[in-house]
């Protein structure tokens, strides 16, 4: 390796942990260079900074309340506001003033901030053009542009100053791959811009489900009525033959659905069970372990005397004894078969009902001699209900059980009560019903869905089609058979009407998925749109349907306890290492392989997702020709840290903090505060130290720290609260708050807590202005409903930079999102589901995968690598899907019509080991260069840490 410049590269970011430094290196550990580190940069008090920030593409998304931009309230009769607006915080802001946080950061550092952006796709670019020495910090997204300037010499190392910047040194120095992902130079540690970094510590993207559907079907409905409620259950025939003519906004659908016979099969196992770790009902603190025992359940089939032998009975299957598997697919399979697919709705409920009461079993130990009923029954003095295997913190649902409520679903509709969407008349439910629906059929919704059936089969690396195997080589998922055999399985739920197809016109050009991108969200709930069981999307954000806009819409059902929000993360078979050996000529087993291959005592049996908030592209960069001028470097250094500071991500998620949390008026009235900013946090009166209650109104931050109660990294500046008390307190300009028992709202006795860490927590009067419509101190918004996304960038002043605490995501977002959230935030907390760390783990195959930006080198690499995302994604825009969700959803009967696929053929695509192989051949200089990159990044690390 003796390429050391590298490409910026954007590095995925996700939950923090201990750094453990034992991987394997390419090279032997040497020291780097010795620390050349300039002294702190001292700047006079008033000097102005002069920037180009901004977010998007319009003005409104700047830092300051342009003066020829329409202000983001209006006055309370509906009214434009023309010049000023009074804001939450009770201050009045004109137009052309900064916005709150940058406001707050002048006074923090005595500075003036000039805001100097122009609307523009590439920004820095745009500084470019107009002279780089007319600006001091600049927001830059664009990695090609900041590539050209690092090679012109135009951008400041910020390495070299990072004692003026001790909050940015230690943000880096903690996140591992946040710090490679800004390492521009593998030789000299040179950084040249600061990262973006989305959220702490947070999943991303995760599954959600209607939980108010899987309760209603498991827990309620009454099966007595099945056969005559709302004209009956329908069969499994007729849900598949209503897809086949139903056009579905005049969309074509593909002819291949065939509910004659099964197509889905059993994953998980068929004989034995599999133990899983999941979380204690009564204590969400603490885990207990889940049994699915196969063979109770195949026990139970057999005998005709048994609740699940009398529901196979009912659904037409004759031979109980010819049974040979307990999995519940495998049960569904043998009544699909039997019946040729008339087996009805109602059989399949009655089944899965009772084949969930005798294979769900639960233990305190692993290796417990007695296991006891899991759902629908008494665990540890809590009662638990069968949807809990869905719903709860606690479930311990796999890919074999989603296939089984999935058939339920699509067949009865009927049950559903108020919360199905179609009139009681209408009993063609099943042409618009589907287990598993992208958002909309936007390119960049259905591609998400990859992560899901990653997650379902244990694929490594689906979520962003790279990850490090357990040797820590960076490895590419689409060259693996296991995700191309993951996909194949997959595509039997389509086959079964289990998920809507992906249409083309004649031309074989793609037209979107479910509905018009346009008009039919599938989270529409009238009777010509979809309805979804579940599906893949932004958890925090919460998409549309966790926000109070879309809780309130008429055309989405929202009566009897509408809900569709997270859920916990499947249990599924994960080979975690790359060293076992199957057979008597060790024959080396990897996640190159297909996954009947994988030997269950290799294979790690839990809950894993690889989802998580990441490092964005690009971030903020000082032009190198201020360097110069060193009060204007000082300056403009002092801001760029002040934002990685703990009062910086403060006032960038929250904004500055309020004396008081009055709120007084009606929602049709209006109301009124007398706020001075916009969270409050009472005073810490006293706290738990050593185990007795201390006072502390009157200590000073110097003896907190002696206490280990607080630390510090910046000589005093600005404290922390330490690991062990960051959970009761938190530190805003160097005192200490609780948060939550603000006014009449008492939710959070203990303080508001998110992720472990107290938070800040929004006033009444904020949360009063987002939820749409109402005014607050004369003005209000247009919205049904304003996410922290919205209050962010339009109002506060966040523009897609430094850090973002994602909490006030969760406390703006509707009752459903919040509730979704809490299962997952519970899952990972406890450590029944495991997720990837930013650290360097022990077994590299849990560490975050680095996304690496190609060197800017030949071009005919970067040709190379052009054609071979032309392999995997189609060319045809938007509405277009990508190659791997054709392989998903039509397995065998996939065509590479419409794709740049020259070297594939149709007949390839029904042998994962084929399509694999190919891809692999295509890109072979591409997948060498990456892991040159990495190797070349991870080599400094090593370096770093045996210097340290």
């Known amino acids: 390796m003796n390429k050391k410049k590298v490409a910026v590269a954007a590095v995925s970011v996700v939950m ?95 500075i003036k901030i000039s805001d100097n952006w122009t609307v523009a796709n590439d920004n820095l670019n745009e500084c470019v053009q107009k002279g780089l020495s007319n600006y001091d910090l600049i927001g830059a997204g664009n990695l090609t542009t900041i590539q050209t300037q690092i090679d012109a010499k135009s951008l400041l190392d910020l390495s070299k100053y990072m004692k003026s910047m001790p909050n940015l040194r230690k943000f880096l120095n903690d996140n591992a791959l946040a710090e490679l992902g800004t390492l521009s130079n593998a030789e000299t540690g040179a950084i040249y811009y600061a990262p973006y970094y989305a959220g702490m510590n947070d999943a991303e993207r995760y599954n959600m489900f209607r939980k108010d559907y899987v309760s209603e079907l498991l827990d309620h409905a009454d099966l007595s009525q099945a056969a005559t409620k709302n004209g009956g259950t329908i069969t499994f025939k007729a849900q598949a ?83 040979t598997s307990g999995n519940i697919v495998d049960l569904q399979n043998a009544a699909i078969n039997a019946t040729n697919g008339e087996v009805k709705g109602e059989h399949f409920l009655t089944i899965l009902r009772a084949y969930i009461d005798v294979a769900y079993k639960w233990a305190a130990t692993k290796d417990a001699s007695t296991w006891n009923k899991m759902y629908g029954a008494e665990v540890n003095g809590e009662t638990t209900k069968r949807s809990d295997v869905f719903n709860a913190t606690y479930a311990a649902w796999d890919v074999d059980l989603y296939a089984a409520i999935g058939r339920v679903f699509v067949t009865c509709g009927n049950l559903l009560g108020s919360h199905q969407a179609q009139t009681s008349a209408d009993t063609n439910y099943g042409a618009s019903t589907w287990l598993f629906v992208p958002r909309t059929g936007w390119t960049n919704r259905t591609t998400r869905l990859t992560a899901m059936i990653g997650e379902l089969y244990g694929v490594r690396g689906m979520e962003g089609m790279t990850y490090l195997d357990s040797s820590g080589n960076l490895r590419q998922t689409r060259f693996n058979v296991s995700t191309w055999d993951a996909l194949t399985r997959f595509s039997a739920f389509h086959t079964e009407g289990l998920v809507p197809s992906f249409n083309k016109d004649d031309a074989g050009a793609e037209i979107g998925t479910v509905g018009s991108v346009s008009t039919n969200s599938v989270y529409d709930g009238t009777g010509t749109h979809f309805q979804g069981l579940s599906t893949n999307d932004f958890i925090h954000t919460q998409t549309t349907l966790g926000t109070h806009e879309y809780a309130n819409k008429t055309n989405v059902q929202t009566t009897d306890g509408y809900i569709w929000t997270g859920v916990a993360t499947p249990v599924s078979r994960w080979l975690t290492t790359d060293e076992s050996t199957v057979d008597s000529n060790d024959t080396v087993i990897t996640n190159d392989v297909a996954l009947a291959d994988r030997p269950d005592s290799k294979c790690t049996i839990m809950r894993f997702t690889e989802s998580a908030l990441k490092l964005k592209t690009g971030g903020l960069v000082i032009p190198a020709a201020i360097e110069s001028d060193t009060n204007r470097l000082g300056a403009t250094l002092a801001l760029l840290d002040y934002i990685y500071s703990n009062d910086g991500l403060i006032e960038t998620s929250f904004g500055t903090r309020s004396d008081t ?77 609780r948060t939550g028992t603000v006014g009449a709202d008492t939710a959070y006795p203990n303080g508001y807590v998110y992720n472990g860490v107290m938070t800040p927590y929004f006033t009444q009067a904020v949360r009063k202005l987002c939820e749409g419509k109402i005014a607050v101190n004369g003005y209000k918004h247009t919205s049904a409903a304003w996410s922290s996304t919205n209050l962010q960038n339009l109002v506060l002043g966040q523009e897609g930079f430094g850090i973002v605490n994602n909490a006030g995501m969760v406390q703006l977002c509707g009752d459903m999102a919040v509730q979704g959230f809490d299962v997952i935030s519970v899952t990972l907390g406890n450590g029944s589901a495991k997720t990837v760390s930013q650290a360097i783990t022990d077994n590299p195959w849990y560490t975050c995968a680095p996304s690496i930006t190609l060197p800017q080198t030949a071009s005919n690499i970067i040709n190379g690598y052009t054609s071979f995302s032309k392999q995997l994604f189609s060319t045809g825009g938007d509405k277009a899907t990508y190659f791997i969700l054709e392989v998903g959803w039509y397995g065998n009967n996939a065509s590479v019509a419409g794709y740049d696929v020259s070297d594939i053929t149709d007949a390839d695509l029904g042998s994962p080991a084929k399509v694999a192989a190919k891809l692999k051949s295509i890109a072979t200089q591409v997948e060498s260069l990456n892991n040159q990159t990495w190797s070349e990044l991870y080599d400094y690390y090593v370096k770093k840490q045996a210097n340290k």
């Open 241 to 323: 033959e209503a897809k086949k003519s139903n056009n579905l906004g005049n969309r074509k659908q593909n002819e291949t659905y065939d509910g004659t016979k099964s197509s889905v099969t059993a994953y998980m196992g068929t004989k034995g069970n599999y133990i899983v770790e999941t979380t204690n009902p009564h204590d969400t603190l603490k885990t207990i372990f889940v049994k699915v025992d196969y063979d109770a359940a195949l026990a139970a089939a057999k005998d005709s005397s048994s609740d699940l032998g009398k529901a196979l009975t009912a659904a037409g299957v004759t031979n109980l004894s010819s049974l």
């Open 16 to 110: 923090a942990g201990t750094m453990v430094f034992s991987i394997t290196g390419c090279n032997k550990p040497t020291p780097p260079p010795v620390d050349t580190t300039i002294d702190i940069i001292e700047y006079e008090a008033g000097t102005t900074v002069k920037t180009s920030l901004g977010y998007s593409t319009t003005k409104t998304t700047g830092i300051s309340f342009a003066s020829d931009e329409t202000l983001p309230l209006v006055n309370a009769d509906g009214s434009e506001a023309t010049t000023s607006i009074k804001l939450p915080d009770g201050k009045e802001y004109q137009k052309g003033a900064l916005k709150p946080m940058w406001a707050a950061y002048e006074d923090a550092l005595n």
């Open 661 to 737: 949390d009055n709120l007084t008026g009606t929602d049709a009235n209006g109301y009124t505060t007398t706020n001075n900013g916009w969270w409050y946090g009472e005073p810490v009166k006293t706290l738990n130290i050593d185990g007795k209650n201390t006072n502390i109104e009157n200590m000073s931050m110097e003896e907190l720290y002696n206490k280990g109660v607080v630390e510090t990294h910046d000589n005093g500046k600005q404290y922390t609260m330490t690991a062990e008390y960051q959970g009761y307190a938190l530190v805003y300009k160097n005192k200490l708050y």
